[in-house]
Each structure stands twice: as C-alpha cells, then as structure tokens.
C-alpha cells in the first residue's frame, strides 16, 4: 500500500475530473463527485448513486444531486507506485462518471474499465 495524503489524492481526482472532455462535463448535471477515505466494503474503489441521464424524464427536478465516491484508502491499497495512483483514480473517476451518463458495468468492461 502507498502513502499519500488526502489532499494530495483529491488533487488526483480533480486533475482525472479536469481529463473529461468539455462536451461530455457540460452535460454532468446535478451530481457531486466526494473523495471519502474508506468503502462501505472491501475492494470498492468508487461508487456512483444516484438517477443516471438515461433515465431521467419529466418528473426529474428538485431532487438532491447525485453522489459519487472516491474511495482513497481502497485505491492506495491496491497500488505500489503514485504512477500507479495516478491511473487508478484515473479509471476509477472515468468509471464512476460514466455510471452518471447510463453506462453500466459490463459496457464499461467491454470498454477496459
């Protein structure tokens, strides 16, 4: 497991926030990305909750933002190196995002996520 500092790491998750492409950002409505320091269980590096763009219709409105986890202490575990942080956030926040967008797990690891 690699040490790093919590602010270092949402640094982290900021510059893989900073990665996504301006058409697709200006589209992520109402939802807030959270960097937490431990998972509800073990192995979960990100969590996204919320009502994905695909499926919200007409009755979507005045509801509380969507709700993505980044979780530090799971991705730190998992990685030998900061290079290797660096790519796992990376992945972990493109993952999580496209939750948002409606793209489930399987499309995802279809993708190499």
């Keep these: 497991m690699i040490e790093m500092s919590r602010e270092a790491f949402e640094d982290l998750v900021g510059a893989a926030l900073d990665t996504i492409p301006a058409e697709l950002a200006a589209q992520m409505r109402n939802v807030v990305v959270v960097v937490e320091d431990d998972a509800p269980e073990p192995g979960l590096l990100g969590l996204y909750q919320g009502v994905p763009l695909t499926e919200r219709g007409d009755w979507y409105g005045a509801v509380l933002p969507d709700h993505i986890s980044i979780y530090r ?30 793209i489930d797990d399987r499309r995802l690891h279809d993708l190499g996520y």
């Design 73 to 102: 202490r799971e991705i730190l575990r998992i990685c030998d190196t900061e290079e290797d942080v660096v790519e796992e956030v990376r992945i972990t926040v493109i993952h999580e995002i496209a939750h948002h967008f409606g």
